[in-house]
């Protein structure tokens, strides 16, 4: 198992920065690659962004590119996703995924991460 525990969220004016974590634990071995979606009120879980867990390979949604970063850092079994000139339109609840997704060409199809956090909100006022 592993476990996923995010923290980061908040209000933020539109413009504005915020840096999400979620910190691995348990059998991360297992781990081919992390990732972030997102959820807004009345709308699916989308994709955000997604990194292997060498670090070497990033992905990201094209209405995220420029804006967010996301990295790791291996010591610490954290990643991050730093997201700048927030929108309103990028409020939602975010969510951390990991797992051994079988290659970073298919990362952005949820149902193939097998672990999630309990998600943190991010709401972008206007």
């Known amino acids: 198992q592993v476990q996923l525990v995010e923290s980061g969220g908040g209000l933020v004016q539109a413009g504005g920065s915020l840096r999400l974590s979620c910190a691995a634990s348990?059998?991360?071995?297992?781990?081919?690659?992390m990732g972030w979606f997102r959820q807004a009120p009345g709308k699916e879980r989308e994709f955000v962004a997604a990194?292997?867990?060498?670090?070497?390979?990033?992905v990201y949604t094209d209405s995220v590119k420029g804006r967010f970063t996301i990295a790791r850092d291996n010591a610490k079994n954290t990643v991050y996703l730093q997201m700048t000139s927030l929108k309103p339109e990028d409020t939602a609840v975010y969510y951390c995924?990991?797992?051994?997704?079988?290659?970073?060409?298919?990362?952005?199809?949820?149902?193939?991460?097998?672990?999630w956090g309990q998600g943190t909100q991010v709401t972008v006022s206007s």
């Open positions: 990194i292997s867990w060498s670090g070497g390979s990033t």
């Open positions: 348990g059998r991360t071995f297992s781990i081919y690659a």
């Open positions: 995924a990991a797992g051994s997704v079988p290659t970073m060409v298919v990362v952005a199809t949820a149902g193939l991460y097998e672990y």
